[in-house]
C-alpha cells in the first residue's frame, strides 16, 4: 500500500515526470495492484489552494475532482475520526501543519509507504517515505 500526500498526488496527475524515477516506478506497481490511497483531506487542500488562486487546475474542481477520482488504482480515503486524533498524538517533533499530520496518521495506521517530497515529512523518522 502506498499513500500519495497532496502535492505527489497532483504531479502523478499532470506531471509525473516530476516524481524522481525510482519513486513513480513504485507508485506505477502501487497503481496496477490497486493500492494507491490518498486522503480526502488532500482534496480540502487542493480546492482551497483552488479557491485561493494559488493552485490553478485544468478545469473547475468539481470536474476535475470527478476526474481524478476516476483515475486508475487510487481510492480516496475518507478522514478517519482516528486519523485526525493520532494527528495530534504523532511523536513530536513534527510540524504543525494539521493537513500533513492527517496524512502522515493515515499512512502510519496502514504501514504503508508515504510519497511525498515535503523535506520535512522526509525528514520525520515515524513514518517510511519516498522520494
Not at 497532483?10 to 507508485?27: F, G, S
Not at 482551497?48 to 494559488?54: D, I, M, P
Not at 476526474?67 to 510540524?95: C, K, V
Request: charged residues 25%; hydrophobic residues 45%; glycine residues 4%.
Amino acid at each position: 500500500m502506498i499513500v500519495l500526500d497532496t502535492q505527489a498526488w497532483l504531479w502523478w496527475l499532470h506531471a509525473p515526470e516530476k516524481i524522481p524515477a525510482r519513486t513513480r516506478k513504485l507508485v506505477q506497481q502501487g497503481e496496477a495492484a490497486t493500492k494507491l490511497l490518498v486522503s480526502s483531506i488532500s482534496v480540502w487542500e487542493i480546492a482551497t489552494k483552488n479557491r485561493l488562486g494559488k493552485l490553478s487546475l485544468p478545469m473547475d474542481m468539481r470536474n476535475w475532482f470527478a476526474a481524478a477520482r476516476a483515475y486508475p488504482g487510487i481510492a480516496i480515503e475518507p478522514l478517519s475520526a482516528d486519523d485526525a486524533i493520532a494527528s495530534t498524538e504523532l511523536p513530536e517533533p513534527f510540524h504543525k501543519d494539521p493537513a500533513d499530520r492527517i496524512i502522515v496518521a493515515m499512512a502510519r495506521r496502514y504501514g504503508a509507504l508515504l510519497v511525498t517530497s515535503d523535506e520535512k515529512i522526509r525528514a520525520y523518522r515515524h513514518v517510511r517515505t519516498s522520494w
